[in-house]
């Protein structure tokens, strides 16, 4: 073993993607269960098969990959095997809880934590028949040959489980009997321990451009890595949670997955719960016989109802009040409902459940204000929609793809276009309202740059109606500027992780130039070097220098990023 962790080490030493990092960790891995097999009673008997690494930072997947044993590498989620590569929701909240491995016996349903003195809770790990909570799991292993797993935890520095690793064996004999997981469990998790760094900080090897469509018009490299996985989700039955701030996208989002699903011929039927009064929940979920409660002059088809055979989108979840919340548990469980006022039997439901919400719903449930029982039902299959800020490579593809919508409205044949500088400023700005405020920008840029329209086919908005458009914006309440500097460096150190290196921290001191750049611009340039506190510069006459000076900073930027151009040059011709 010490030779295998020695050179699991070393070969880690030398990659530079994640899947690099879990194919040698994995193959380490499948070594040491197979030598603890062969060692065994169950030697002959029993088959490693394959091991698997889920990385689910902050309890939302981000990549799901498996290495079949005797494999060269190992291999993304595809939505057509994507299927077989999912594991027990229950096997991941045990090692969450109990942060230690956990072996299964797939068979008996049964689940096992190897810390000693952990015992199995039944309302988390196994439900009252003994088995899992969820039967499709079980299924899934079955169906890929498995009869015994290990899982276990992925923990950053810290301890925090941000994610696990999974190892699956075929062993017949074993059923109810105590397999070799147990037995290598502390070498297992000295290997996961030592690969754990590795397997959550490095990048993904760069994926080829994602294809575009109407209900993902844009892709960037962010939401590129997470779409193998969305591809997986968007195919299977069991529930989908997408978390994400107000305006990401989850609804786009959860649209897409049900285009991509078995249930694309049904309905798509979206429920956001910010518009329902407490009261009307239960109403609107499972619809209502007349004369069932104070104004209900008629039948109505609730929104199950109206989903029946496709997807339903149940949006902003945590505002679900707590009886409703029960409501939803037994509908998810039994898949049946009774509308209200219906005399007696219950309708079956023949729907796919995707849920959306931008609160913490672990933190709902500590607080008391969401059932445990129904969190752990509808985080199944957990997706985070990363906020715009996070996708900043997005804005321009977004705000070129926002006017030339709004555009074709109003002129069907006409062509609108943004200028260099316009994508520049929104591409510099904050978005803490995602995408929702950054298509109210754009239009109210539109509606600007309409005003100057000489009635040519083409419309151009430009840096100044931007500018004006994003002016509106400053009310109180706005973001502080320490958050939007965050929110710049974190786009800094984003660029420089993607570039492994090559970008100098020095290059940072061009914020400067763009602060001193954009100041002349908007004030003048006396005005503005007084503005920034550089009036003695003014009454010197050196204020060009300075200027050039930091807009050099800025032209070095851009020459490092590979996008040229000299956004002030205008500026220092001036003075020349």
């Given at each position: 073993?010490?030779?295998?962790?020695?050179?699991?080490?070393?070969?880690?030493?030398?990659?530079?993607?994640?899947?690099?990092?879990?194919?040698?960790?994995?193959?380490?891995?499948?070594?040491?269960?197979?030598?603890?097999?062969?060692?065994?009673?169950?030697?002959?008997?029993?088959?490693?098969?394959?091991?698997?690494?889920?990385?689910?930072?902050?309890?939302?997947?981000?990549?799901?990959?498996?290495?079949?044993?005797?494999?060269?590498?190992?291999?993304?989620?595809?939505?057509?095997?994507?299927?077989?590569?999912?594991?027990?929701?229950?096997?991941?909240?045990?090692?969450?809880?109990?942060?230690?491995?956990?072996?299964?016996?797939?068979?008996?349903?049964?689940?096992?934590?190897?810390?000693?003195?952990?015992?199995?809770?039944?309302?988390?790990?196994?439900?009252?028949?003994?088995?899992?909570?969820?039967?499709?799991?079980?299924?899934?292993?079955?169906?890929?040959?498995?009869?015994?797993?290990?899982?276990?935890?992925?923990?950053?520095?810290?301890?925090?489980?941000?994610?696990?690793?999974?190892?699956?064996?075929?062993?017949?004999?074993?059923?109810?009997?105590?397999?070799?997981?147990?037995?290598?469990?502390?070498?297992?998790?000295?290997?996961?321990?030592?690969?754990?760094?590795?397997?959550?900080?490095?990048?993904?090897?760069?994926?080829?451009?994602?294809?575009?469509?109407?209900?993902?018009?844009?892709?960037?490299?962010?939401?590129?890595?997470?779409?193998?996985?969305?591809?997986?989700?968007?195919?299977?039955?069991?529930?989908?949670?997408?978390?994400?701030?107000?305006?990401?996208?989850?609804?786009?989002?959860?649209?897409?997955?049900?285009?991509?699903?078995?249930?694309?011929?049904?309905?798509?039927?979206?429920?956001?719960?910010?518009?329902?009064?407490?009261?009307?929940?239960?109403?609107?979920?499972?619809?209502?016989?007349?004369?069932?409660?104070?104004?209900?002059?008629?039948?109505?088809?609730?929104?199950?109802?109206?989903?029946?055979?496709?997807?339903?989108?149940?949006?902003?979840?945590?505002?679900?009040?707590?009886?409703?919340?029960?409501?939803?548990?037994?509908?998810?469980?039994?898949?049946?409902?009774?509308?209200?006022?219906?005399?007696?039997?219950?309708?079956?439901?023949?729907?796919?459940?995707?849920?959306?919400?931008?609160?913490?719903?672990?933190?709902?449930?500590?607080?008391?204000?969401?059932?445990?029982?129904?969190?752990?039902?509808?985080?199944?299959?957990?997706?985070?929609?990363?906020?715009?800020?996070?996708?900043?490579?997005?804005?321009?593809?977004?705000?070129?793809?926002?006017?030339?919508?709004?555009?074709?409205?109003?002129?069907?044949?006409?062509?609108?276009?943004?200028?260099?500088?316009?994508?520049?400023?929104?591409?510099?700005?904050?978005?803490?309202?995602?995408?929702?405020?950054?298509?109210?920008?754009?239009?109210?840029?539109?509606?600007?740059?309409?005003?100057?329209?000489?009635?040519?086919?083409?419309?151009?908005?430009e840096e100044r109606h931007v500018a004006q458009a994003l002016s509106y914006e400053g009310a109180p309440g706005g973001r502080p500027l320490s958050e939007a500097l965050r929110v710049a460096a974190l786009a800094f150190v984003q660029e420089a992780q993607r570039r492994g290196g090559s970008l100098d921290l020095d290059l940072a001191d061009a914020f400067r130039g763009f602060v001193l750049g954009l100041a002349?611009?908007?004030?003048?340039?006396?005005?503005?070097?007084?503005?920034?506190?550089?009036?003695?510069?003014?009454?010197?006459?050196?204020?060009?220098?300075?200027?050039?000076?930091?807009?050099?900073?800025?032209?070095?930027?851009?020459?490092?990023?590979?996008?040229?151009?000299?956004?002030?040059?205008?500026?220092?011709?001036?003075?020349?």
């Open positions: 073993m010490h030779e295998s962790l020695s050179a699991l080490v070393t070969g880690l030493r030398g990659v530079e993607h994640f899947e690099a990092a879990a194919t040698l960790t994995l193959r380490r891995m499948l070594e040491v269960a197979e030598e603890a097999v062969s060692s065994s009673l169950y030697a002959g008997r029993a088959r490693v098969l394959r091991g698997m690494v889920h990385l689910r930072p902050g309890d939302a997947y981000r990549r799901l990959v498996s290495l079949e044993r005797g494999a060269e590498r190992a291999q993304p989620a595809v939505p057509e095997e994507g299927a077989a590569l999912l594991t027990s929701a229950t096997a991941w909240r045990s090692v969450v809880r109990y942060r230690c491995a956990v072996s299964i016996d797939v068979n008996l349903g049964t689940l096992e934590p190897h810390a000693e003195g952990a015992e199995v809770e039944g309302d988390v790990a196994l439900s009252e028949g003994g088995g899992f909570s969820s039967n499709d799991s079980r299924q899934r292993f079955l169906g890929r040959q498995a009869s015994h797993v290990c899982v276990l935890p992925l923990r950053a520095p810290g301890g925090e489980v941000e994610g696990m690793i999974s190892l699956e064996a075929d062993c017949p004999a074993a059923v109810g009997r105590e397999f070799v997981w147990r037995e290598r469990g502390e070498a297992l998790q000295l290997f996961t321990d030592v690969a754990a760094p590795y397997l959550l900080a490095l990048p993904s090897r760069p994926v080829a451009a994602a294809e575009v469509d109407e209900f993902l018009p844009v892709v960037g490299a962010t939401m590129a890595g997470l779409l193998p996985i969305l591809r997986v989700f968007a195919q299977q039955e069991e529930t989908l949670l997408v978390s994400g701030a107000t305006g990401a996208g989850k609804s786009r989002l959860a649209r897409w997955c049900h285009e991509r699903s078995e249930r694309r011929r049904g309905a798509f039927e979206v429920l956001d719960l910010v518009t329902v009064p407490e009261e009307l929940q239960m109403a609107e979920l499972f619809g209502w016989k007349k004369g069932a409660f104070t104004g209900a002059m008629r039948d109505n088809v609730g929104s199950v109802a109206r989903a029946e055979g496709g997807t339903l989108f149940i949006d902003e979840i945590d505002k679900l009040s707590l009886k409703a919340q029960a409501g939803l548990l037994h509908l998810l469980e039994e898949r049946s409902y009774r509308p209200l006022g219906e005399g007696t039997g219950e309708k079956r439901a023949d729907v796919r459940f995707i849920i959306g919400t931008n609160a913490e719903l672990l933190g709902a449930v500590r607080a008391g204000r969401f059932r445990e029982d129904l969190y752990y039902r509808v985080n199944v299959l957990p997706i985070r929609m990363p906020p715009l800020d996070e996708r900043r490579d997005e804005i321009p593809l977004w705000a070129r793809y926002m006017v030339g919508r709004r555009h074709r409205e109003r002129v069907p044949s006409g062509l609108a276009r943004l200028t260099e500088g316009a994508e520049r400023l929104l591409s510099g700005s904050s978005w803490p309202g995602n995408l929702r405020q950054l298509d109210n920008i754009v239009r109210r840029a539109y509606t600007l740059a309409m005003v100057g329209h000489g009635g040519s086919g083409e419309v151009v908005m002349v611009r908007q004030l003048g340039r006396d005005e503005a070097f007084r503005a920034l506190g550089r009036e003695s510069l003014v009454r010197n006459r050196n204020h060009h220098k300075a200027l050039k000076r930091e807009v050099e900073k800025v032209d070095a930027l851009l020459k490092a990023l590979g996008e040229g151009g000299a956004p002030f040059a205008d500026l220092l011709a001036s003075e020349e």
